[in-house]
């Protein structure tokens, strides 16, 4: 963890006049150090097996605040439960949902991408945030 970043989110958490405490800087550190797309309640199981007691209503804050600066990407996928990732030194990709199983496939298309970019272009607009979910189903 870079001593900038958690400075950055000290001072986020100050701008939201919340206190800096072990349990909104677990679950910081648990989403910037693991890969991954998570919801609120497997970091919260996972931060209680490593002894550490968050409530629902501090990880879910926790997690907006993380979202609003930048720090974490919500995704919120067709069964309404929204998960995290870490967004810090990582680039733009987009995510396929394998349908039967849950799995979240990471992918980037330089060609989308374009095409996008121009199609927007084209309405007179300029794209400032996309997002590509793509379901889908193992071929057998
Ligand atoms: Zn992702």
New binding site residues.
């Given amino acids: 963890m870079k001593n900038s970043y958690i400075i950055s989110f000290k001072e986020a958490l100050k701008k939201e006049n919340l206190k800096f405490t072990n349990q909104r800087y677990s679950i910081f550190k648990f989403l910037v150090n693991n890969d991954g ?1 998570y919801d609120c309640d497997s970091i919260i199981n996972y931060l209680n097996k490593s002894k550490i007691k968050v409530s629902k209503a501090t990880a879910y804050r926790t997690l907006d605040l993380l979202v609003k600066y930048d720090f974490c ?1 919500k ?1 919120v996928l067709d069964d309404g439960i929204a998960r995290y ?1 870490n967004k810090l030194d990582t680039e733009h ?1 987009d ?1 396929m949902i394998c349908v039967d199983t849950g799995k ?1 496939i ?1 992918f980037v298309s330089p060609e989308i991408e374009k095409i996008q970019d121009e199609i927007a272009q084209q309405k007179g607009y300029k794209i400032i945030k996309h997002v590509h979910q793509l379901f889908v189903k193992k071929i057998s």
Avoid: A, F, L
């Fill in positions: 797309h990407r995704m990732e990709h995510h979240i990471e």
